[in-house]
């Protein structure tokens, strides 16, 4: 072992007394959020984060409810902005049509009836809430994908947007996720139609994202050259939200 | 008793051999025996750890908070008695939901890229056979507990660290190993699906996440509590590097509380 001389106390007492100052300027300077300063590095992390999590996405991931969980049924949270459960009233709205458009060469107007014809999907996956609960459902639906063959986005489309009645909350994707074989207009849960509690008549459905980015009271798919935020991701949340 | 005494009777007498070591005044306090303990690597490395584990442990409460429990919806869980209970907000960080997520995984970065630096350098520059398991150490470790609980008297032998903190030194990597792969089984339960499984699948791997951080978190608080009740003199060799052995917890006969300051030695015998 080195031995060497003392001869430190200064410079031990300046680092007590330096660390000791800036821990306490820290803590001062945080308010419950965080240093405000933090601010700009807390978002430069978001978007390397995205890039890891855009990195990360593979075609073939997919999800599967373990065989012992149970369905949540009834206990399957009900979440949306408005006052009261959105139920899309025909008398005033005329009736609900899904429209497929945005940069598109064909763009769709699609009623219910037309949903349940196309070719559609049966996929028991969990939900991924971003308060960190899991629940487990049987979803219905076509996929967005062929929804997408349907109308043929043009080339320089990059995002999706899902757009609902709840209040105009909406939600857009990265064009990779909105692709992936289990990201569904969902209009069937547990074997029913959808219940306005769960965003009937159609809603997105994937566990490939946080629950929040799933859109629910569909009204309208729109693809984009460019993402345009959403109604959880401008208030603070991370616009990826992968799984 | 002179060396003269012990000869045969034939041998002549034979003058007293001077003393090996100069005889020196005792001093007060012991002279230091000033080493060099901590790398400036290992030194740098640990106060980002505890700081950034510090922001991690809060942001992530904070996070749990937002669904305080374990059980998937519809289930219950067998294994967690405060269900439905939040953590108390003094020990969170991030302020809400998403605020709190936005640390947390800027931190996880800081802490893997941390971490990786620690276990490379102390791989590279050996300091890993301070740490890693001897055959002795679980007799050590005991012999240690007996001092604490007054059984034994003496301080056992021990070098940089005794049984009892190596074996947290070496546990502590296992445990971020734990927290960093049920953290990304939580983060990306369907792209690394896989991973997720391992642990039991989603609610399990949150529980692990959970019960490795408290294990982290139990285990912090009681280094932090032996540096202030056994050795504080080891916080220098953790901000300088340096450290007198002469204060070292064996020196002193150092249990929690008792023996904190260095003993007067009695001057040598002449």
């Known amino acids: 072992m080195k031995r060497e001389p003392e001869g430190n106390e200064f410079d031990r007492r300046r680092f007590i007394q330096l660390g000791g100052l800036s821990l306490s300027a820290f803590l001062a300077a945080c308010g419950s959020n965080g240093p405000a300063w933090a601010d700009g590095l807390l978002g430069f992390a978001e978007r390397k984060n995205e890039s890891v999590e855009r990195l990360l996405l593979r075609k073939g991931a997919r999800d599967m409810a373990r065989k012992s969980a149970k369905n949540a049924g009834k206990s399957f949270p009900s979440y949306f902005i408005s006052d009261k459960v959105p139920m899309w009233d025909e008398s005033t709205r005329g009736k609900w049509m899904l429209e497929v458009s945005g940069a598109v060469k064909r763009p769709v107007k699609l009623s219910l009836e037309d949903l349940t014809k196309m070719k559609g999907v049966s996929q028991r996956v969990n939900h991924y809430c971003v308060e960190g609960w899991n629940a487990v459902a049987e979803w219905t639906g076509v996929r ?17 947007d899902f757009q609902s009645f709840d209040n105009d909350y909406h939600e857009s994707w990265d064009i990779g996720t909105a692709m992936l074989p289990q990201t569904l207009v969902a209009y069937g849960m547990d074997g029913q139609m959808l219940g306005p509690a769960h965003g009937a008549p159609a809603r997105l459905h994937s566990p490939a994202k946080l629950g929040y980015k799933n859109t629910k009271y569909l009204t309208k798919i729109v693809f984009m050259p460019a993402r345009n935020g959403g109604y959880w991701s401008d208030q603070g949340y991370e616009w990826f939200g992968g799984t | 008793m002179t060396a003269g005494d012990m000869a045969g009777p034939d041998a002549a007498p034979v003058a007293p051999l001077p003393p090996l070591v100069a005889a020196t005044p005792p001093v007060e306090p012991a002279a230091p025996m000033v080493v060099k303990r ?15 584990i510090t922001l991690m442990v809060g942001s992530g409460l904070q996070i749990f908070n937002a669904y305080p429990a374990f059980a998937r919806r519809g289930e219950t869980f067998c294994c967690y008695p405060f269900e439905h209970k939040a953590i108390p907000k003094w020990a969170t960080f991030g302020g809400w939901l998403a605020g709190a997520r936005h640390w947390h ?47 034994r008297k003496t301080h056992p032998h021990q070098g940089k660290h005794n049984a009892m903190q190596k074996g947290t030194y070496f546990l502590l990597p296992i445990i971020a190993a734990v927290l960093v792969l049920s953290g990304v089984s939580i983060w990306k339960p369907v792209e690394f699906g896989f991973i997720t499984s391992l642990f039991g699948g989603y609610v399990w791997a949150r529980y692990w996440h959970f019960m490795a951080m408290t294990a982290l978190v139990a285990l912090s608080a009681a280094h932090v509590f032996m540096v202030f009740a056994v050795d504080p003199y080891s916080m220098r060799s953790m901000i300088t590097g340096k450290y007198n052995e002469r204060n070292s917890p064996e020196e002193r006969n150092a249990r929690p509380f008792y023996h904190l300051f260095p003993r007067k030695r009695a001057p040598e015998a002449p």
């Open chain 2, 105 to 151: 995984f800027a931190m996880m970065w800081v802490l893997v890229v941390n971490g990786l630096i620690y276990l490379g350098f102390i791989y590279l520059h050996g300091e890993w056979r301070d740490l890693v398991p001897r055959k002795n150490d679980p007799r050590d470790a005991l012999e240690m507990i007996k001092f604490y609980l007054f059984v």
């Open chain 2, 38 to 52: 901590h790398h400036w690597i290992v030194r740098v490395t640990h106060w980002v750890n505890a700081l950034a």
């Open chain 1, 144 to 160: 967005v994908s062929d929804l997408a063959r349907l109308v043929e986005p043009t080339g320089d489309v990059q995002y999706v």
